[in-house]
């Protein structure tokens, strides 16, 4: 198989450098500014590689964004606030949020939106979704860059953290050694452990003693972003951030890398720039970042439970009632979301907020 342009590059970087991090690899994948998987590839949506809630029902986004207005509400209804979105795909969620919250008395008069995409493609696809929202929408690059207004925010991430960047460490010889990417003897990639590279920075979870082989993620994205993005954002005014990903509510030893391309999984390796990567998110880890940077979290919960307490079931049957030609593929679709095997309990949501914010909806301490 023909190497793509992002393998040539990485390769060739490997061979001067020598092997390099996960995580080194992984940005890469994603983020290089050539051929990074999210520069320039509309991964969303029956069509791409993945689909994600937002695209399987309706019901989705418009829960969010009823659960936004509540928010609004508990934060003493302001008169101006940011709603921002975190990789937000094709403006779905967005656009099913802002329809839904009509029935908000002065909600959307409020309301400032920005969403933040580092893919062009995405962007334009965001705008023409969003062409008759309604209330002012600003796209943005990078969320470190985003001018946002000071004030009150509501910021909502769907599957955006399972995309950052994770170190991987693995245990050999009774010690942790760093997991790099490397040329394999037959010209593709492979893992390979380094001891050389010095004490891995873990704090390996409590509980099972590690066993030779076994495999610890850590992502140090997780406090920067609490610090650089949700701290800064909740000394400017309240803040309430929801994050609903795929991953695990307590830390734990495995390898969850993956790739994917086509709706199926692929090896890591699989042409990179042309595959989506990403883990499962440590949430246990990242609630306990946004703690040090001084915000309150609430929850894990899993998605059958947050979204089973927002009224999934009543909304769903209300608009099957509404639209009996469509019944069939809204329940389903709403069902898919609350599969106790499947979506239901894979999926996580976690709240975060400034501390003059009240305990979240849908979601416990």
Request: glycine share 10%; hydrophobic share 45%; net charge negative.
């Amino acid at each position: 198989m023909t190497d793509t342009p992002l393998a040539t590059k990485l390769k060739a970087r490997i061979a001067r450098d020598g092997p390099i991090g996960v995580a080194d690899y992984m940005e890469a994948c994603l983020g290089d500014p050539e051929h990074g998987y999210y520069r320039r590839r509309p991964a969303i949506g029956v069509a791409g590689d993945f689909v994600t809630a937002p695209e399987i029902s309706q019901v989705f986004g418009e829960l969010i964004g009823l659960w936004c207005a509540v928010v609004w509400q508990q934060m003493g209804s302001p008169p101006r606030v940011n709603l921002v979105e975190l990789g937000p795909g094709r403006g779905t969620l967005m656009r099913d949020a802002l329809r839904a919250t009509r029935v908000v008395p002065g909600f959307r008069n409020a309301l400032s939106v920005h969403l933040v995409d580092s893919n062009a493609t995405l962007r334009e696809t965001q705008a023409t979704t969003l062409t008759d929202a309604g209330v002012p929408v600003t796209f943005h690059e990078d969320a470190q860059d985003a001018r946002l207004p000071d004030g009150p925010t509501l910021l909502v991430a769907n599957e955006f953290l399972d995309a950052l960047p994770i170190t991987q460490v693995v245990f050999v010889g009774g010690q942790w050694c760093m997991r790099h990417v490397t040329i394999a003897d037959d010209g593709g990639f492979a893992f390979v452990a380094d001891a050389a590279s010095g004490p891995a920075p873990v704090a390996a979870p409590s509980g099972p003693t590690p066993q030779e082989g076994d495999v610890l993620e850590v992502c140090a994205h997780h406090a920067r972003l609490a610090e650089t993005l949700l701290a800064p954002r909740a000394a400017r005014g309240p803040l309430a951030a929801l994050f609903i990903d795929y991953g695990h509510a307590a830390t734990a030893f495995g390898d969850t890398l993956q790739g994917v391309a086509g709706q199926a999984h692929v090896s890591p390796f699989h042409a990179p720039g042309e595959t989506d990567l990403s883990a499962q998110v440590d949430f246990e880890h990242f609630a306990a970042a946004c703690r040090g940077a001084g915000l309150l979290t609430d929850g894990p919960s899993p998605q059958a439970e947050f979204l089973g307490r927002l009224g999934l079931i009543e909304r769903a049957s209300r608009l099957m009632a509404a639209n009996p030609a469509r019944a069939a593929e809204i329940e389903a679709g709403a069902l898919r979301l609350i599969q106790p095997s499947g979506m239901g309990s894979r999926f996580l949501a976690l709240g975060v907020h400034s501390r003059e914010v009240p305990a979240l909806p849908g979601l416990g301490r």
